[in-house]
């Protein structure tokens, strides 16, 4: 399941949470005040993934990280 990263609307707070593609785009919870008002973040993983992948041939494969395990977003720094 794909790692997307979310920023709290009310508190700003940025998360990550792994749920499916065909939801990533919905709001999830902040898990530090509980709003349901939090927006997915263009993850920093998709440009670092690509390079760390050596190639540019799978460009927009529609889920930044989707393609990668977790532990290349851990590279991110976030
Ligand atoms: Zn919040």
């Known amino acids: ?6 920023r709290c609307q009310d508190c700003q707070a940025t998360f990550d949470l792994l749920r499916p593609f065909s939801r ?12 349901n008002d939090s927006k997915r973040a263009m993850s920093r993983c998709a440009a670092l993934s690509r390079g760390a ?5 799978s460009v927009g494969g529609g889920g930044g990280c989707a393609g990668f395990s977790a532990s290349s977003c851990a590279s991110c720094g976030h």
């Not at 919905?26 to 509980?34: K, L, V």
């Open 53 to 57: 992948d050596g190639s540019t041939s």
């Open 24 to 35: 990533a785009d919905e709001p999830a919870d902040c898990p530090n005040c509980h709003s």
């Open 1 to 6: 399941m794909p790692l997307y990263e979310y």
